[in-house]
C-alpha cells in the first residue's frame, strides 16, 4: 500500500488525501498526539459549551475521544478528504448527534464569522506548509486568515504539530502580529517506547481584537514537566526554546538506545530564571560487565570541587565512572548561583529527569543509586562578588575540599571551570586564653567567618615546579644571596607571597594587568606589599619591554602566571604573545646571565 505522497506538496492537495483514506480503509490514522497524552492541554482550553471546528480531520478519532468523554458536546469536523468525511460520518451515525462531519475545504469555509470559540488542527498545519514556496505560504496565510474569520474574540485556535522551524515561524509570526497571545506546550510524551521521537507541541493561539499601534506581543512556552506558562521576549527566543526541547528529546531516545562513545553534556536550567542548574555528563563504561545492579548511577558532584581533575575532565569522569563500576555514570555539577538544600532534595529534583538519560536495557523501575563523596554536597560560599573590566564578572567562594579543608578560590565567570587562584584556608584557632570546648570543634559553617590564608600552600603543579626552578638557581652553589625574582600575574597573590615568605633573601616584583585583582588578592588571599614585595599594575608584555629597553640584566628568575583574557583560545594558558620570540628576547634581556 503507497500512501506516502510522491512529493511533499502532495500533501496540500484533495485527490492525494482521499486516495489515502481509500487505500487506508476503516482503521483510524493517528498521524501523532494521541487522544490520553493531547487531554490535559485540550482540558485547558476546550470548556464544554464551547463551539469546536476540527480543521483537517481525516479520519483521527480525536473528536469522537472527545466528544465520549465529555470535553465538548459541539464538534464540526471538515475535510477535504470526501473518503475520510464519509468513514466518519458512518463511524458516529446515530450514536454522537453533536459530531457533525462536512466536505469542505479550510482555505474557503461556509461558516459565519465568530462562529467558534475554538478550532483544532492536528498535522493539517504542518501538512500544509511542507515548503516555503510563495504557492504554500499563500495557501497558509489563506487558512489562517479563515480561522481567524471564524472564531470568535477570546477564541483559540489549537495547533498540534511537530513544530519544524519554519512552520512554528510562520505561525506564531503571523498570530503575534494579528496581536494574539501565542502559547507552545510541550504535550508530555507516554513513556511509550514504541512511540515518536519527536515531541509533540500544541500552539494555542487566543484571539484578541486588534489594538492599533500596540507593538507588545505576548510569547509563552509551557515546557512538558510543567504547568506555569513562561514569558519568551522574541519569536526567535521561542523557537530557540523548542529547538533546545526538540534535541533534547532526540538525545535522550539516541542515548536510550546506544551506548555513547563521547561524553554527552548537558545543562538543566531553573525554571524560573532559566540559568543553568545542574549540568549533566552522561559517562558511558563499556568495559564495566553489566549486571541487573550495576547499569546505572548518578554521581552528585560536592559543590565547588566541579573543577577538579576528577569531575571536570573528560578523562577524570572516565576514571570516576569506572572506579565507580557503572556502565553508565551521570555526574551532576551543582551551580554556583542556586539553592540546594540538601542531597535528598537533589534527589527529589532529579529522580524523573535523570531516568530520561538511562542507558539502553535498563530493568523497568530499577532503583537509581545517587552517589556522592561521603554523602553530602559539600559547601560552597561564595564570600565576594566583584568586576572588573578586563576579567569580566568574578567570584571569591570557599569551598570545603576532600576531608576537613576549605579553600579559598578566585574564578571568573566567564571561564566558570577553571581556578584562577586557590589557597587553603586555616581552621579557625580559638583567640588566647579561649578554652577549646567541644561545641568549638564543629565543621566551620558557611556563615562563619572563613579562617586564615595557609600561607604554606601552592595550590597547583606549575607553581610548585616553578617554586622548585628557583630553588635549583646557582646549580649546586647556594642560592645567591639576593634574589631578584619577577612574578607576571598576582591573581590571588599565593605564589609571589610563597616566594617572599620561604625565600628570605628574595626581592619580588610582581606586574598585574588588572587592578581588581590587587585589591582581590589583599582583601582575600592574605596579599601584602612590602618592602620586599611591590606590585605594578599594568601589561606584562609592556614592563619587560620597558625594562628590557631601560635596564637589563635585573632578574635571578621570571614567573608566568597569566591567563589569556581571548577565551576563543579554549584553554587557561597565557596569550600567544607571551611565547613569541621577540617577547621572550626581552625575557632573557631582563635576565642575569645567570638567571
Ligand atoms: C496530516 S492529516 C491529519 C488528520 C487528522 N487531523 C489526524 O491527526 O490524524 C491532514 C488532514 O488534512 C486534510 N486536509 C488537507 N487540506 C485540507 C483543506 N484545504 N481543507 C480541509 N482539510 C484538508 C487531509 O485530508 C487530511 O485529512
Redesign the pocket.
Known amino acids: 500500500m503507497e500512501l506516502l505522497p510522491r512529493s511533499p506538496a502532495e500533501f496540500?492537495s484533495a485527490r492525494y488525501?482521499d486516495r489515502f483514506f481509500r487505500q487506508r480503509g476503516q482503521r483510524p490514522?493517528?498521524?501523532y498526539g494521541a487522544f490520553p497524552e493531547l487531554c490535559p492541554v485540550l482540558h485547558k482550553y476546550v470548556r464544554p459549551r464551547d463551539k469546536v471546528l476540527v480543521?483537517?480531520?481525516?479520519n483521527?478519532e480525536?473528536s469522537e475521544q472527545m466528544y465520549d468523554v465529555g470535553m465538548c458536546q459541539d464538534i464540526v469536523n471538515?475535510?477535504?478528504?470526501d473518503a475520510?468525511v464519509r468513514q466518519m460520518r458512518e463511524r458516529s451515525a446515530g450514536t454522537r448527534p453533536g459530531l457533525s462531519y462536512l466536505l469542505?475545504?479550510?482555505?474557503h469555509m461556509d461558516f459565519p464569522d465568530a462562529h467558534f470559540q475554538v478550532v483544532l488542527d492536528?498535522?493539517?498545519l504542518d501538512?500544509?506548509l511542507t515548503d516555503e514556496e510563495e504557492a504554500t505560504l499563500g495557501k497558509v496565510e489563506q487558512m489562517f486568515a479563515e480561522i481567524s474569520r471564524v472564531l470568535q474574540v477570546g477564541g483559540r485556535y489549537l495547533c498540534v504539530s511537530l513544530a519544524q522551524a519554519h512552520v512554528l515561524k510562520k505561525a506564531v509570526e503571523y498570530f503575534s502580529q494579528e496581536g494574539w497571545v501565542v502559547r507552545v506546550h510541550q504535550v508530555a510524551s507516554s513513556g511509550d517506547e514504541q512511540q515518536f521521537v519527536l515531541p509533540v507541541f500544541v500552539y494555542v493561539m487566543t484571539k484578541f481584537r486588534k489594538v492599533p499601534g500596540s507593538a507588545a506581543r505576548i510569547l509563552e512556552i509551557c515546557p512538558e514537566e510543567q504547568d506555569r506558562p513562561l514569558r519568551v521576549e522574541s519569536a526567535e527566543r521561542l523557537l530557540a526554546a523548542v529547538r533546545d526541547r526538540q534535541h533534547y528529546a532526540l538525545l535522550c531516545s539516541q542515548i536510550s538506545k546506544t551506548p555513547c562513545r563521547e561524553q554527552v553534556s548537558l545543562d538543566l536550567c531553573d525554571r524560573e530564571s532559566g540559568k543553568p542548574r545542574y549540568t549533566l555528563h552522561v559517562v558511558d563504561s563499556p568495559s564495566v560487565k553489566p549486571s541487573r545492579d550495576n547499569r546505572f548511577a548518578i554521581f552528585i558532584i560536592p559543590q565547588g570541587r566541579e573543577t577538579e581533575w576528577l569531575f571536570g575532565t573528560e578523562e577524570g569522569r572516565r576514571q570516576l565512572a569506572a572506579s565507580a563500576a557503572f556502565g553508565r555514570l551521570l555526574t551532576v555539577a551543582l551551580h554556583r548561583e542556586q539553592l540546594y538544600e540538601g542531597m535528598a532534595a537533589i534527589q527529589a529534583e532529579l529522580s524523573a529527569k535523570v531516568m530520561e538519560l538511562a542507558p539502553p536495557g535498563l530493568p523497568a523501575r530499577q532503583q537509581v543509586p545517587f552517589l556522592s563523596v561521603g554523602g553530602d554536597i559539600g559547601v560552597r560560599a561564595v564570600r565576594h562578588r566583584g568586576s572588573s573590566a578586563l576579567s569580566g564578572d568574578f567570584v571569591v567562594e570557599d569551598v570545603k575540599g576532600d576531608g576537613s579543608c576549605y579553600f579559598r578560590r578566585l574564578v571568573f565567570l566567564q571561564n566558570r571551570n577553571v581556578v584562577q587562584s586557590e589557597a587553603r584556608l586555616l581552621a579557625p584557632t580559638p583567640l588566647p586564653g579561649q578554652k577549646k570546648r567541644r561545641k568549638d570543634k564543629k565543621k566551620p559553617s558557611p556563615t562563619e567567618p572563613p579562617g586564615a590564608v595557609d600561607k604554606s600552600y601552592l595550590c597547583c603543579e606549575h607553581h610548585k615546579a616553578m617554586v622548585a626552578g628557583l630553588c635549583l638557581l646557582g646549580g649546586p652553589d647556594a642560592l645567591p644571596g639576593e634574589l631578584a625574582v619577577l612574578v607576571v600575574g598576582l591573581g590571588g597573590g599565593s605564589l609571589p607571597l610563597f616566594v617572599h615568605d620561604y625565600f628570605s633573601q628574595a626581592r619580588v616584583a610582581v606586574v598585574e594587568i588588572d587592578p581588581s585583582m590587587l585589591e582581590v588578592a589583599t582583601r582575600w588571599f592574605g596579599f601584602c606589599q612590602g618592602e620586599r614585595m611591590q606590585v605594578h599594575v599594568c601589561d606584562g608584555l609592556d614592563y619587560v619591554a620597558k625594562l628590557a629597553a631601560e635596564a637589563p640584566a635585573q632578574y635571578d628568575a621570571i614567573m608566568f602566571d597569566v591567563d589569556s583574557k581571548d577565551l576563543t583560545v579554549g584553554m587557561s594558558c597565557p596569550p600567544p604573545a607571551f611565547v613569541e620570540e621577540p617577547f621572550l628576547q626581552k625575557v632573557k634581556t631582563i635576565l642575569k646571565p645567570e638567571g
Open positions: 496540500g488525501w490514522f493517528e498521524w480543521v483537517g480531520c481525516g483521527s480525536l471538515i475535510d477535504v478528504s475520510a469542505m475545504d479550510m482555505l492536528k498535522g493539517t501538512a500544509l
